[in-house]
């Protein structure tokens, strides 16, 4: 059969659906970028906050008029959306033939092929809204138990990155009981996969070609730790640095408490191990800290950037804060809006609270407006955009290494890539000028002089 694809989300939710189209093309199914040619359509939904399950409601309604209309003779919902509302969904869209949670990726091959009894008769779609689809955490019956599934090197895999980079999902899982996150109840508890399998699978994936290698879990330095093996990550880093053909190797979504010296210096030490910490802080006064269940206050992570800073010259910081969480006062604010005044990350997303079913916030009433919520994440952003453009007017005149990504999406006679301080999809660009597009294929490593900026994007002159 021909396998259309939709994957929706963070790159975490990315490396099942590459599974699961790995599975399918080794059981023989073809895969095809086009939903009218595909035979059946999967689409691999996200569930973390609101605007996410809009997004996978809306695609999910949109694959659904394709089934009525199309070539389209069966639809799988698979993923966190799954997991949280599988009985809603097979309810209010009946289109739907079947449903896998994310600890079911293994059964994707059952789910693709046809049944004898479907799940429900056709009717006319009707529009409908992520608030249709209420009950949280309970409203999984067939899935009372937390999902267990760890993929590992022997899994098939098809990359639907670019060829010159990879994601590599080192752990899956989350201890942590943050107050507005659903990630555990989707997910499961913490569990690692072997050193061994990992270092396996990154030797595979460059040998397919893969320059840069992203690490992720949803706490990648808890790595090993709920194995026993105290500084399994450091080892981790030091063994992937002797990987042939990889030129990049970048740490993604290092916890605070969780972040140790031999993990830094491993940093510090391997040329291929990327000085770039992705630190999702959240918050920064100690009172909201607390209400979402967070360690640490604005002195205890301003100590920890200076011991990042001290044990990694030259490091990229980046991190992601939430504004508008119950209970934030305009001090509360003014303590998270200092905070980046004074640390000067790199890098900043910011996010306005979204108020949760089954989340332990969701008891706290949702008190900031949102139009409070709003105001505030624009201050934020228009901070960090004053602290990026002094950044970058200091960076003009100084010597880089790019990592080609290929032709610019804004115009073909321009290359786009990336520093070692920038992870693909989430931070900022750099165009390369003036060079021989042709000459230069994606994963090329560049040499260039920083010689302008536009917007948070750097422009690169290469080296003749």
Not at 43 to 51: E, G, H, L, P, Y
Not at 147 to 163: C, E, G, I, K, N
Not at 294 to 321: A, E, F, H, K
Request: charged residues 25%.
């Amino acid at each position: 059969m021909k396998i259309g694809f939709v994957s929706l989300g963070c790159p975490k939710n990315l490396v099942d659906g590459e599974v699961m189209l790995g599975m399918a093309r080794d059981a023989g199914h073809e895969i095809t970028p086009s939903a009218a040619d595909a035979d059946v359509i999967v689409v691999n939904t996200c569930a973390f906050i609101d605007s996410a399950k809009q997004e996978s409601i809306d695609a999910i309604l949109e694959m659904a008029g394709q089934k009525k209309d199309g070539k389209c003779s069966r639809l799988v919902v698979t993923g966190c959306l799954a997991e949280r509302y599988r009985e809603e969904l097979r309810k209010e869209i009946p289109e739907i033939d079947a449903v896998l949670g994310t600890g079911e990726v293994p059964h994707i091959l059952e789910a693709l092929q046809p049944t004898r009894t479907p799940m429900g008769a056709a009717v006319p779609l009707k529009l409908f809204r992520a608030g249709d689809f209420p009950g949280g955490a309970t409203a999984t019956p067939e899935a009372p138990t937390l999902p267990t599934y760890l993929y590992d090197a022997d899994t098939p895999r098809l990359l639907s990155t670019p060829r010159h980079f990879a994601y590599v999902k080192v752990a899956e899982g989350c201890d942590y009981t943050c107050a507005f996150c659903i990630i555990p109840t989707l997910r499961g508890q913490y569990r690692s996969r072997t050193t061994d399998s990992i270092v396996r699978e990154a030797r595979a994936l460059a040998a397919r070609g893969v320059r840069e290698l992203l690490l992720i879990s949803q706490d990648t330095t808890f790595f090993g730790i709920d194995r026993g093996e105290r500084g399994a990550l450091a080892r981790l880093l030091r063994q992937l640095n002797a990987v042939d053909g990889l030129a990049w190797i970048r740490l993604l979504y290092l916890y605070p408490t969780t972040i140790t010296d031999d993990v830094l210096d491993a940093m510090a030490d391997c040329d291929k191990v990327c000085r770039y910490v992705d630190l999702p802080l959240q918050h920064a006064s100690p009172a909201v800290l607390k209400r979402m269940r967070r360690p640490g206050s604005r002195q205890t992570y301003t100590r920890l950037v200076d011991r990042i800073r001290r044990r990694v010259p030259n490091v990229t910081l980046r991190t992601t804060l939430i504004v508008g969480f119950p209970g934030e006062t305009d001090a509360d604010f003014a303590e998270v809006d200092g905070f980046v005044a004074e640390i000067g990350f790199d890098h900043v997303g910011v996010f306005t609270y979204s108020h949760e079913e089954g989340t332990r916030a969701f008891d706290l009433p949702d008190d900031v407006p949102a139009v409070v919520k709003r105001r505030r994440r624009s201050a934020l952003m228009s901070r960090q955009k004053r602290i990026v453009a002094r950044a970058q007017k200091a960076r003009i005149g100084s010597e880089v290494t790019v990592l080609v990504d290929g032709p610019s999406a804004e115009h073909e006679l321009v290359l786009q890539g990336r520093l070692e301080g920038q992870a693909p999809d989430i931070d900022p660009l750099v165009f390369l000028t003036g060079c021989d597009v042709e000459g230069h294929r994606p994963g090329d490593l560049v040499r260039g002089t920083v010689v302008g900026a536009s917007g948070y994007d750097l422009l690169v002159q290469p080296f003749s």
